[in-house]
């Protein structure tokens, strides 16, 4: 981008900024759970941007290049507050849980027009999700919110987290376990019935 | 090499993030789509997390009220117009 002619570097930063905000701010409210800090974190991250401008040697891969700011700026703050907890060695290739949604959800012998699994999304609101995804771990947060709510490829996300690529599968396939259980936990205190009791559908 | 034909729910299934994410090559791609096209069962659960991932692509942009838009227009408006040479953080 520093090298776009027909402008000046600071209006044509501008309008890429700009254009990405809506996608920053997302990333960062998840991130932060709450609009305040969200808000500074991505003005720090346009900041630094700025300051590193001359090291974007490609100005297609401006956005993954900010995202990789705004979420190295954020584990770097949440290292400070000591609120970041560095998965041990141990914990890294441990197995997570398997929790799956639609195994709770799914009921084979019903006919494929009345799909519980299929109601359950239907119903689940913004809120529902915003609040599973704020409740995960810091370190697996990230990965989700890169590559889930973000479309990040997964070498996109390992570059944007400095992380291996196996690091980033195995912490997105725990982020989403973990999300999907929140979830579920959540609907059975909304009084959602578990499996088992939702009666079969007969014709009468 | 797994054949289309003879890959199980087991094998599917453990695919099945990757092609959803768009991580697999064409060959495992194929592979996993046959499958789901003979498997009602897998199929469900492919269409199921397919959309579980939409869900939360939605909540991934947030819109952005004018004086936030206009804190960060300013904030830019205050660079200096040439970035510093060779700063790295």
């Known amino acids: 981008m520093a090298q776009r002619p027909g402008g000046r570097h600071s209006e044509l930063f501008e309008r890429e900024v700009v254009a990405l905000l809506p996608d920053l701010l997302g990333a960062a409210l998840r991130l932060e ?4 800090d969200a808000e500074d974190l ?11 401008l001359p090291t974007l040697r490609d100005p297609a891969a401006f956005r993954g290049w900010m995202f990789r700011i705004l979420s190295n700026r954020f584990i770097s703050q949440c290292r400070a507050r000591a609120s970041y907890r560095e998965l041990s060695v141990e914990e890294e290739v441990m197995e997570g849980e398997d929790f799956s949604l639609f195994l709770r959800l799914h009921q084979p012998m019903l006919l494929w027009w009345s799909s519980p699994e299929e109601q359950f999304l239907d119903r689940l609101l913004r809120e529902d999700l915003e609040r599973a995804v704020d409740a995960l771990p810091e370190c697996f947060r990230v990965v989700v919110v890169l590559v889930d709510l973000q479309s990040f490829s997964y070498q996109e996300a390992a570059d944007a987290l400095e992380l291996p690529i196996g690091t980033v599968r195995s912490r997105l396939a725990r982020g989403r376990a973990l999300l999907q259980k929140s979830l579920w936990l959540h609907a059975q205190d909304a009084g959602v019935r578990p499996l088992d009791r939702i009666e079969p559908v007969t014709r009468t | 090499m797994t054949t289309p034909a003879s890959m199980t729910c087991e094998e599917a299934l453990a695919l099945l993030a990757e092609l959803i994410d768009a991580e697999l090559g064409a060959d495992q ?3 996993v789509e046959h499958h789901l096209e003979a498997c009602r069962s897998c199929y469900s659960r492919a269409e199921f997390e397919r959309r579980f991932k939409q869900r939360l692509a939605q909540i991934g942009r947030r819109d952005v009220d004018a004086a936030f838009e206009g804190r960060i227009r300013s904030l830019i408006s205050r660079f200096d117009d040439t970035p510093p040479a060779g700063a790295v953080d």
């Open chain 1, 33 to 36: 759970k709450n609009r305040a």
């Open chain 2, 29 to 31: 791609r194929q592979a």
């Open chain 1, 42 to 52: 991505v003005a720090e991250c346009v900041a630094a941007a700025w300051q590193r």
